[in-house]
């Protein structure tokens, strides 16, 4: 199988001042593909290859808790303006300090009323855009977000008329000049830059492997490497990667995902 040589885009953030600091730990090598489960690497410890152990519950892990939030929203992912402007809005609501179930909702209900663009969110009222987000049940942040909703819908279209891959052409592929300029967008800070990241290395391999300290922490708390390069070796595509963030993200929050998903990997 061909192997494509990706740069580790790994943020880490700052506990005091929420500044993302990044860091590239050099190339590695990442096939691509989805590849059976029989082709993980093997063999744990000095070697830098995977063991038997990895390989299961990553298969167990990704079975459960392998599903991106992009999905969860409804979102077709790809790299086109629409679902990347989808993915923004997202990312957007899911850095609140609220449930990741109704962030979920309150953007599927943004884009069931049709602003699903960021022509239709800058045309559709105020009002309109905080009784999509009541019905989702994003009712503590609904006026301001609302607000902010409509001027990065300005933003975007302003600046890169309304297209997201002309921002990351504006960074020139890199993680980090592309979550710089996301910060730029009301509401979006460090946390949301990461998990817009997270979620479009499907699609962007300019991003992929990216891996943000959440996600190594889950990993840890799995047994899995907490080293971004040797946790990447682990997924076989960009798709394998955000599926692989996204399950972390869920498990490092119960610790009853973290025993369940240990306990089924070893029967």
Same mark, same amino acid.
């Not at 998990?195 to 959440?214: G, T």
């Given at each position: 199988?061909?192997?494509?040589?990706?740069?580790?885009?790994?943020?880490? $953030?700052?506990?005091? $001042?929420?500044?993302?600091?990044?860091?590239?730990? +050099?190339?590695?090598?990442?096939?691509?593909?989805?590849?059976?489960?029989?082709?993980?690497?093997?063999v744990?410890?000095?070697?830098? /290859?995977?063991?038997?152990?990895?390989g299961?519950?990553?298969?167990?892990?990704?079975? =459960?808790?392998?599903?991106?939030?992009? *999905?969860?929203?409804?979102?077709?992912?790809?790299? =086109?303006?629409?679902?990347?402007?989808?993915?923004?809005?997202?990312?957007?609501?899911?850095?609140?300090r609220?449930?990741?179930?109704?962030?979920?909702?309150?953007?599927?209900?943004?884009?069931a009323?049709?602003?699903?663009?960021? *022509?239709?969110m =800058?045309?559709?009222?105020?009002q309109?855009?905080?009784?999509?987000?009541?019905?989702?049940?994003?009712?503590?942040? /609904?006026?301001?977000?609302? $607000?902010m909703?409509?001027?990065?819908?300005?933003? &975007?279209? /302003?600046?890169?008329?309304?297209?997201?891959r002309?921002?990351?052409?504006?960074?020139?592929?890199?993680?980090?000049?592309?979550?710089?300029?996301?910060?730029?967008?009301?509401? &979006?800070?460090?946390?949301?830059?990461?998990?817009?990241?997270?979620?479009?290395?499907?699609v962007?391999?300019?991003?992929?492997?990216?891996?943000?300290?959440?996600?190594?922490?889950g990993?840890? *708390?799995?047994?899995?490497?907490?080293?971004?390069?040797?946790?990447?070796?682990?997924?076989?595509? +960009?798709?394998?990667?955000?599926?692989?963030?996204?399950?972390? &993200?869920?498990?490092?929050?119960?610790?009853e995902?973290? /025993?369940?998903?240990?306990?089924?990997? $070893? *029967?």
């Amino acid at each position: 199988m061909a192997a494509t040589a990706l740069s580790v885009n790994v943020s880490t $953030t700052c506990p005091l $001042t929420h500044c993302p600091r990044n860091r590239v730990l +050099g190339k590695l090598r990442l096939p691509r593909g989805p590849g059976p489960k029989h082709m993980r690497a093997r063999v744990a410890g000095s070697t830098g /290859d995977m063991g038997k152990t990895d390989g299961a519950v990553l298969d167990v892990l990704l079975d =459960r808790y392998g599903r991106t939030y992009a *999905r969860e929203a409804g979102i077709r992912l790809a790299d =086109r303006p629409k679902p990347l402007y989808q993915l923004l809005v997202l990312a957007k609501l899911l850095s609140a300090r609220i449930s990741a179930e109704i962030a979920v909702a309150a953007a599927r209900e943004l884009f069931a009323a049709g602003y699903g663009t960021p *022509r239709a969110m =800058r045309e559709a009222s105020w009002q309109d855009r905080v009784n999509a987000l009541i019905r989702g049940h994003y009712r503590r942040y /609904d006026e301001r977000t609302s $607000t902010m909703l409509g001027e990065g819908a300005e933003l &975007i279209l /302003d600046r890169w008329q309304g297209d997201l891959r002309r921002l990351r052409d504006e960074a020139e592929g890199d993680g980090r000049r592309i979550a710089a300029l996301l910060m730029k967008f009301p509401g &979006i800070g460090p946390t949301g830059a990461d998990i817009f990241l997270r979620e479009v290395q499907a699609v962007w391999p300019q991003v992929a492997p990216y891996f943000d300290q959440r996600v190594l922490d889950g990993a840890g *708390r799995l047994g899995l490497p907490r080293q971004a390069g040797r946790l990447a070796k682990l997924a076989h595509s +960009g798709d394998e990667l955000a599926r692989l963030s996204a399950a972390l &993200i869920r498990v490092s929050h119960s610790e009853e995902s973290v /025993d369940e998903v240990r306990s089924a990997a $070893t *029967r």
